[in-house]
């Protein structure tokens, strides 16, 4: 990871180990398992596992994340977080004045060649993705001395993790470092369909996600969502905040719930 005080260049997995360590002192319990669907029930909700178990809950907070669904091009896949990078800054200092390339797969892929551009001299831009190239677009780029190619990316070479070169459609090859580009980001909440929740179509073309709240909160009074689920920008200290948000908000409406709930006893 980078990006994350006090942890630069932790392993993901790390910091979910000592995340884990420290809950777990406080009584929390982790059940391993693949959610199926999640459905209402009396005063809370089922949450339904792959085994047909059902966990009840007052309150759910869904932190699933995403998956990024690459271009289809061979060698890129398998080098993705190591040469294959996404995040010119969560990545672009461990790549700096290196050879860099930008697989372009929409039209934010310029502006990612843009910042790529900041951390190399040395950056070409693959832009077949793009379909025909705005003029004003590809001079902007060739002004700050970045190659633009036109012909589309048929093969990722390299020995193991690292990257030699990207192979084009004409046959060419092209010398570089490290590759940048951009997946789909799919939220895992296909388990939330059955609840009919709202959705919000991201402003920057990504698809369609959860509509929450500032806290997290959906259209469920029940359900709150956090992270990449809902956000595909988001990085871990924004993940983790929004968490420790999420929390409070979902602890705060379980304590009105029990004031209501206890006055319609005592007024019988």
């Known amino acids: 990871m980078h990006g994350v005080l006090g942890n630069e260049g932790t392993p993901p997995a790390e910091l979910l180990r ?10 929390i319990e982790f059940l391993d398992g693949t959610v199926q669907n999640v459905e209402a029930a009396d005063s809370g909700l089922a949450i339904v596992l792959s085994t047909g178990r059902a966990q009840r809950a007052r309150a759910l907070v869904v932190a699933s994340g995403i998956v990024d669904e690459l271009p289809d091009v061979p060698g890129l896949a398998p ?39 900041q ?3 040395r950056v070409v831009v693959f832009a077949a993705g793009l379909g025909t190239l705005d003029p004003v677009a590809e001079q902007r780029m060739r002004a700050r001395g970045v190659e633009v190619v036109a012909s589309p990316v048929v093969e990722i070479l390299g020995e193991d993790d690292r990257i030699t070169g990207v192979r084009t459609g004409d046959g060419r090859m092209v010398e570089v470092d490290a590759v940048f580009t951009t997946g789909a980001p799919r939220p895992n909440d296909g388990f939330l369909t059955g609840l009919g929740l709202s959705r919000t179509d991201s402003p ?31 990085n871990v200290p924004m993940a983790i905040g929004a968490g420790a948000f999420a929390g409070g908000a979902v602890n705060g409406a379980l304590v009105e719930e029990d004031f209501d709930l206890a006055r319609a006893a005592a007024d019988g």
Request: with cysteine.
């Open 18 to 27: 000592k995340g884990r360590a420290e809950v777990a002192a406080y009584g």
């Open 79 to 117: 080098r993705w977080g190591t040469s294959v990078l996404h995040c010119p800054y969560c990545h672009g200092w461990e790549v700096r004045d290196q050879r860099l390339g930008v697989l372009a797969t929409s039209p934010m892929g310029l502006h990612q060649t843009q910042l790529v551009r």
């Open 119 to 121: 951390w190399s001299d």
């Open 204 to 234: 920057f073309g990504l698809g369609s996600f959860l509509s929450v709240d500032q806290a997290g909160k959906t259209s469920h009074d029940r359900v709150w969502a956090i992270g990449n689920v809902v956000n595909p920008a988001a």
